[in-house]
């Protein structure tokens, strides 16, 4: 396995989507499990030397979740709330995901993970996020949300190489 998988961020100007694709040397089923098992996203999904912890998780067709990011000091750093509208194993993944540090709620993104299956035992991983606005779009966008997504994705390179999946 090498690191040459690059994480691909599509987002057209003014609309409320963006599109996230990356791949895995990993199988379907694999890459599928990491995303919808709290155990395992605990162990690659938080960028930069960070931990996720979850405050509840119900990982099923109409489950809900509720996790936050706390940095190595312990201080938490975001929290996100979202139900979980289907999980299709190992094929998709419907949620939405909601930011609960902004001033206001609402914010709610809905977020489709597809799992395309790839010659060799690899994995295609193209997410689609809808926002309520092109401003909520563009701040995600803005957050930095690149820069950890490829950290959160080099995570899982690492969970996977080292055969924890």
Avoid at 4 to 26: H, M, P, W, Y
Avoid at 94 to 109: A, D, N, W, Y
Wanted: some cysteine; glycine content about 6%; aromatic content about 10%.
């Amino acid at each position: 396995m090498d690191n040459s998988n690059k994480t691909k961020i599509t987002a057209e100007e003014g609309k409320q989507e963006l599109f996230i694709v990356r791949e895995f040397d990993a199988s379907r089923e694999k890459v599928f499990k990491a995303f919808s098992t709290p155990e395992l996203l605990m162990e690659f999904f938080a960028p930069f030397g960070n931990k996720m912890r979850f405050n509840y998780h119900n990982y099923q067709t109409g489950g809900s979740y509720s996790w936050y990011n706390e940095d190595q000091k312990g201080n938490v750093l975001c929290t996100f709330n979202g139900i979980i509208h289907e999980i299709e194993a190992p094929i998709r993944l419907i949620q939405t995901s909601e930011f609960m540090e902004l001033p206001e709620r609402g914010h709610v993104v809905l977020e489709k993970m597809l799992f395309e299956e790839l010659p060799n035992g690899r994995t295609k991983l193209i997410i689609h996020d809808v926002c309520f606005s092109v401003a909520d779009r563009n701040a995600m966008i803005d957050s930095g949300m690149e820069k950890g997504l490829i950290e959160i994705f080099n995570n899982l390179d690492h969970l996977i190489r080292n055969s924890k999946l």
